[in-house]
């Protein structure tokens, strides 16, 4: 079956260490974001990439960094310069730019 | 400061009835607009797009854009237990390739 696939679900880790998020697609979509939701907030864009090789910050991408050297993969480390980096985080892709995204299943991270 | 709406509820709503969510957005360059359903601990999942003014259908689901009143509704009708979910609209301005914005969410609850 075609879909997203994020891991760790649950990651915890120690203030000063970088994390690593894997999100690897097989829906052959060419466009892949990364989405921050904490409570009581709308999802907020990290990143996003159209295309292998390019990606584009997003709204707040401050202590995030990513790569596309795969059309299928796009990893998300979040680094020690992540001031509050506890939250909910959602990988997606997209055909197109309808904006009609599909997500994975979301990986939580909690900083001890 | 690009901002969308909603009022986060949580809105109960009897079994069989008609659930009504609106929405409002800033950006009045906004083109695209969707509703995405959320389950407690879930990814979002899109529900329904709409990209012209008026109503829109699908099953149970009718979204209603007034681009000029800058205001986007999702109705669901005979709502169901399993409509119990945070729906999130989101707006996406011309050319901004899947760069969506996020409200933060309607919280519905289906009382049987």
């Known amino acids: 079956d075609g879909g997203i696939t994020q891991s760790p679900k649950y990651l915890f880790r120690k203030e000063g260490q970088n994390v690593t998020l894997s999100c690897e697609q097989n829906?052959?979509?060419?466009?892949m974001y990364w989405y921050r939701q904490d409570p009581g907030q709308g999802l907020r864009l990290i990143y996003y990439?159209?295309?292998?090789?390019?990606?584009q910050k997003g709204d707040i991408a401050e202590g995030y960094s990513v790569s596309r050297e795969k059309k299928e993969s796009f990893p998300l480390t979040v680094t020690s310069a992540q001031k509050n980096p506890t939250a909910f985080y959602l990988c997606?892709?997209?055909?197109?730019?309808?904006?009609?995204?599909?997500f994975g299943e979301g990986s939580r991270l909690t900083v001890l | 400061q690009k901002e969308v709406e909603q009022n986060s509820g949580p809105l109960s709503v009897p079994e069989g009835a008609i659930a009504s969510l609106n929405c409002t957005y800033s950006?009045?360059?906004?083109?695209?607009f969707f509703w995405y359903r959320q389950y407690s601990g879930k990814s979002p999942e899109l529900i329904m797009s709409?990209?012209?003014?008026g109503d829109k259908e699908d099953g149970r689901f009718t979204a209603q854009l007034n681009k000029a009143s800058q205001y986007v509704s999702l109705l669901i009708r005979d709502s169901q237990p399993s409509d119990s979910a945070t729906y999130l609209c989101?707006?996406?301005?011309?050319?901004?390739?899947?760069?969506?914005?996020f409200g933060a969410g309607t919280q519905v609850v289906v009382t049987p």
């Open positions: 950006d009045r360059g906004s083109q695209s």
């Open positions: 997606a892709s997209s055909r197109d730019e309808t904006g009609e995204l599909f």
């Open positions: 829906l052959n979509h060419d466009a």
């Open positions: 990439s159209q295309i292998v090789n390019d990606f």
């Open positions: 989101a707006v996406m301005a011309l050319d901004s390739w899947g760069k969506l914005q």
């Open positions: 709409i990209y012209s003014n």
